[in-house]
């Protein structure tokens, strides 16, 4: 076999090969994203939205970037049987397929530590979200009165 068809060969062998892939962050949509005012720099700021997996496999929120604050991640508030709440970070998570992962008051949230500006209320800022497989989506959050219970104030 001459060189040139064997490599010819190989390529469409491979080519034609099923390859794994990671779940795309194409699949996800941002919805009712909102985040409260903020007294100062002093404390954090936080944001919240739901992340609706649209696609057919699992996709992974693995980071947060933002330059409203020098240390984005997602926290959970959780209370133990003595009613005490703590709060502390998650790490990666999982969104499954047709699934929705909400971020609320009261559970996960994005925490947003190292405030650089004050949120001010009618004001916007932007929040990336890192996906596991590369990919990005970066979504304009408003900012609301520090009373604001859900997106509608």
Same mark, same amino acid.
């Given at each position: ?47 919240? &939205? ?20 020098? &240390? ?38 994005? &925490?947003? &530590? ?40």
């Amino acid at each position: 076999m001459r060189k040139s068809t064997f490599h010819a060969l190989a390529f469409s062998i491979l080519v034609g090969l099923p390859t794994a892939s990671l779940a795309g962050s194409e699949d996800i949509v941002i919805e009712d994203a909102w985040a409260r005012a903020s007294i100062g720099t002093n404390r954090p700021g936080v944001a919240y &939205m739901t992340l609706r997996n649209t696609g057919t496999d699992p996709v992974t929120l693995v980071g947060l970037e933002t330059p409203l604050a020098m &240390m984005p991640d997602i926290h959970e508030t959780t209370t133990d049987s003595n009613g005490v709440s703590s709060m502390g970070p998650v790490g990666e998570i999982v969104i499954s397929p047709g699934e929705s992962v909400s971020l609320e008051p009261g559970g996960m949230h994005a &925490m947003l &530590m190292r405030l650089q500006a004050k949120m001010i209320e009618g004001e916007t800022f932007q929040l990336t979200l890192n996906f596991a497989d590369g990919g990005t989506l970066t979504v304009d959050v408003p900012i609301l009165g520090i009373a604001a219970r859900g997106p509608e104030g």
